[in-house]
């Protein structure tokens, strides 16, 4: 058994090795990542508006608050705000931990196995490049606390979700929690709006294929699982404070509304993610000439590109947008693509490459981010400062920082009647804060 057991930790160690790095690479980043933006919001209490959360019935007071005046994302925002109380070091752990989990999880979908080999150690790196050079300011949606809890967060939990299909599909395992699995489901449906849309499209889909597919019949859990998702999203989409947030737009669903976004949509495929659309013709043709086989497409890969278009297409619908709702698209682009060309059959070449890129990458984060930790504890200092000599009323100098595909900072706004600047106000118990360009 012992024999087995570091057989077996020898035979990993090359994954385990990527993966240890990984998670140094996302705890050092984030350790150096402020409290920024939704953050300084959601550890007010909205009931006083004036102290913030610090304990747990705080934040069932505030999840009740949010429902019925803000939106249904309960399961985001309480998983937020019960990290918010203690030390940012803990989210920062667990932070590194979902984002290394959902790195594995799309190699998982994508070669319908765990990284065990020495070309799988490529292929993670290779997937955490594609990440954060392939979607625009990933950085923000895996780093910075409301945005990671709000999206990689609940989109590790959709495709830990998936996870009992894919294996009933691929292996013809059944799950027999179908009661667990409910519940599960019902968390699912309650993480993002355009995900539940994409979700019962997923039902749909695995409905007729798995009727005509060689496995008889669908998962003993597919019905409860059904069941949890649709509760779940009618949670999420009839929050009463759903209806509050939209009072505050101008939305009007029209036909030209629709076609406008989908043309957004359209030209965001194309422009936005272009370094990843670059990266992927290069492999794919590498892929070709080495091995001069044909791509191979598989019917559950393309399950999962619908899904994510779907997901995306449905936000046409929504009365706001944010670009952490593509994420999920370009998750599931990734894993088709992966998929597709199959890329640790050739990663040798590549794994010392992925670990000087990811190395560079590291590095210019390392500095950016130290630099705007610096310039956050300096911020906090100074309005410590001017609030106790009596002034409530604070110009602070702006960061001197340029933000890119990498870098994303919410800096303090020149105008104090912004939202991020109220919250932070409000926060600090003053009046009013803006900044000014130095």
């Known amino acids: 058994m012992i024999n087995l057991f570091w057989r077996n930790l020898i035979t990993f160690r090359y994954p385990i090795i990527i993966n240890i790095l990984l998670f140094i690479f996302y705890f050092s980043i984030a350790s150096l990542t402020p409290y920024a933006a939704d953050d300084f919001r959601y550890k007010l209490n909205p009931l006083d508006n004036e102290f913030s959360i610090q304990i747990f019935t705080d934040i069932l007071n505030f999840q009740i608050w949010h429902y019925f005046n803000w ?17 940012k070091y803990i989210f920062n752990l667990f932070n590194a931990i979902v984002q290394v989990l959902l790195i594995n999880t799309i190699f998982f979908f994508a070669y319908n196995r765990i990284p065990t080999r020495y070309k799988d150690a490529s292929a993670l790196l290779l997937i955490n490049l594609f990440l954060f050079l392939g979607f625009y300011k990933y950085s923000g949606m895996s780093l910075y606390m409301t945005s990671s809890f709000n999206y990689t967060w609940m989109h590790l939990i ?20 179908r009661y667990s699995y409910f519940l599960l489901g019902l968390i699912a449906g309650c993480t993002n709006e355009h995900v539940f849309i994409a979700q019962l499209f997923f039902f749909f889909l695995i409905y007729l294929l798995m009727k005509k597919s060689i496995i008889k019949g669908l998962p003993s859990f597919y019905y409860h699982s059904l069941i949890g998702v649709f509760t779940g999203g009618l949670i999420l989409l009839f929050s ?34 272009k370094p990843f659309w670059f990266m992927i013709i290069l492999l794919t043709t590498a892929y070709y000439f080495y091995y001069k086989k044909p791509l191979i497409i598989s019917m559950p890969h393309i399950i999962i590109l619908s899904v994510g278009i779907i997901s995306s297409a449905s936000m046409a619908l929504s009365p706001s947008y944010h670009s952490g709702t593509n994420l999920f698209l370009f998750i599931c682009i990734l894993i088709f693509t992966l998929s597709t060309i199959n890329i640790p059959l050739f990663s040798n070449y590549l794994l010392h490459i992925n670990m000087i890129i990811t190395l560079i990458i590291f590095m210019y ?40 595909r990498l870098v994303n900072y919410y800096a303090i706004e020149n105008d104090h009647h912004y939202p991020r600047n109220i919250h932070i106000a409000t926060y600090y118990g003053i009046k009013s804060i803006r900044s000014v360009n130095q």
């Open 240 to 273: 009463p404070g759903n209806l509050v947030r939209t009072s505050t737009t101008n939305f009007s669903l029209s036909i030209n509304s629709i076609l406008n976004y989908l043309i957004y949509e359209l030209e965001w495929i194309i422009n936005d993610i």
């Open 71 to 87: 939106g249904g994302r309960i399961v985001a925002h309480f998983l937020l705000q019960l990290f918010l109380v203690p030390s």
């Open 158 to 177: 959709v495709f830990i979700y998936y996870l009992p299909f894919w294996n009933f599909y691929i292996n013809g395992k059944d799950f027999s929690g």
């Open 365 to 404: 984060l390392y500095e950016n981010h130290s630099f705007i930790n610096n310039y956050a504890q300096e911020t906090e200092e100074e309005i410590l400062s001017e609030k106790q000599n009596g002034i409530e009323d604070l110009i602070i100098k702006n960061i001197n920082i340029k933000t890119n």
